[in-house]
């Protein structure tokens, strides 16, 4: 395969679907969606048997356990798919609204209209379920899109486009709207990264080793974050019980995801009589604890945290551990060492947990809930594209506002400038 004339016709393919999409109406783009819900329901056998072709091929080749329990499927996860797909569909769509409409002193009205942003290229590793999520925000928010999914999922991403393009034949849109790269080749990732002329904005999902490589070569715009160093910081103030069951989830629902936690802190002045109990619920689920001095102190079996410990997004069940003099301590490691992604303060003082929240500087900022809540799911988005630790267009979660943008729009009655 010739793959820059392969890519280049997925480009130009996709920038003349973007027309039609950004001007289908809300109707028939929910049309879509309820269609690519119900197939993907239907077609839940043929999911699974694509997916378990592709978690068997991938264990042969000794991916390890975290990307093979991204890459898994299972019927919940076929339902969670297809009730975010009809989440994005219950949603309002954002074309075209226009907002902050004012007169001036001349008479015209000068607001903002939100539009899709165009064409945009999502390179992704192991999540299949990214191939439906995308599809669905692309399609909602107007937008044409060209998803390159990673070779361990090929076969699963196939299934899933099948539904897709039920959805988009269904509601008589074209099927060039929603493109899967159908080749394994890693020229094709190159290709989607330069194609300035064809692709508005690239969203990356994958490890670090994926987006580094993309922000040293990519030519086109991206919405990015590199990796999720988050923090769970339990103050003097914590009641007990909330910390210990907010520890546990944010730490060991699953590891494998950007919005674990995989830094503790913890006050001093309650460490002694609460540190001990963390850390036995933690070891009790097989969690290394990587901690400093006073960590150890407390801890049987705490290994010496280094510096790079605190800066490192485990992705498996370990956790890095310090115990600070308090609030302020606790940010300025966040400062520190945060990759800007998720944090959460546990503790019973109000105005400690304001001024957690207004003073750290990451896209998502938590009072006395788990870290794992940073998701588009999870804050309404229906689903979400990827998450942002820009702080330019779009932070957090990306759903369908993060994949639009607004122009200048003037109503006038005649008027002239003088």
């Known amino acids: 395969m010739d793959i820059h004339a392969y890519m280049q016709t997925l480009g130009q393919r996709a920038r003349a679907a973007s027309r039609a999409v950004a001007r289908a109406d809300t109707g028939l783009k929910n049309k ?45 996860t076929i339902a969670t798919m297809a009730e975010g797909v009809e989440q994005v569909a219950a949603l309002p769509d954002p074309v075209g609204e226009i907002s902050d409409l004012k007169f001036r002193p001349s008479g015209i009205q000068v607001g903002k209209m939100r539009v899709p942003l165009g064409v945009i290229g999502i390179i992704y590793e192991a999540r299949p379920n990214v191939t439906v999520d995308a599809a669905a925000l692309c399609l909602k928010s107007g937008n044409a899109c060209i998803l390159r999914g990673g070779s361990e999922a090929i076969r699963s991403n196939r299934a899933i486009a099948a539904c897709v393009q039920e959805g988009l034949a269904a509601a008589g849109l ?30 990356p999902r994958g490890g ?107 992705l498996a069940p370990i956790i890095a551990v310090k115990v600070v003099a308090g609030l302020d301590e606790a ?16 503790t019973e003082d109000y105005t400690r947990a304001l001024t957690f929240l207004r003073e750290v500087d990451s896209a998502s900022v ?19 594209i990827g998450i942002s630790t820009d702080k330019i267009h779009a932070r957090g979660p990306v759903g369908l506002e993060g994949l639009t943008s607004q122009k200048w729009v003037v109503l006038g009655t005649g008027q002239v400038r003088a």
């Open 32 to 76: 879509a969606l309820a269609t690519i819900a119900a197939a993907l329901r239907r077609d839940e056998a043929k999911l699974l048997a694509a997916n378990a072709e592709d978690v068997a091929t991938a264990r042969a080749n000794g991916l390890e356990p975290a990307m093979i329990d991204r890459l898994t499927l299972s019927t919940k």
């Open 174 to 203: 074209p099927a060039d709207a929603v493109q899967v790269v159908d080749t394994t080749d890693r020229a094709a990732v190159g290709e989607l990264i330069t194609m300035r002329e064809y692709v508005d904005v690239i969203v």
């Open 208 to 314: 670090k080793g994926l987006i580094a490589r993309l922000l040293a070569e990519s030519r086109v715009p991206m919405i990015q974050h590199l990796d999720g160093n988050c923090h769970v910081y339990v103050d003097d103030k914590a009641d007990p019980e909330k910390a210990l069951k907010i520890v546990e989830n944010a730490k060991t629902q699953r590891y494998g995801t950007c919005n674990t936690a995989e830094s503790l802190l913890i006050a001093r002045a309650i460490a002694p009589t609460l540190l001990p109990r963390l850390a036995a619920m933690l070891q009790g689920k097989g969690v290394e604890i990587r901690g400093c001095a006073e960590t150890a102190a407390l801890v049987p079996n705490t290994v010496p945290a280094s510096d790079e410990d605190y800066a490192t997004e485990f």
């Open 331 to 346: 940010m300025d490691h966040i400062a520190r060492y945060s990759s800007g992604h998720t944090e959460a303060i546990v």
């Open 366 to 384: 938590m009072v006395n809930a788990s870290t794992r809540f940073a998701d588009g799911f999870e804050y309404g988005l229906g689903a979400e």
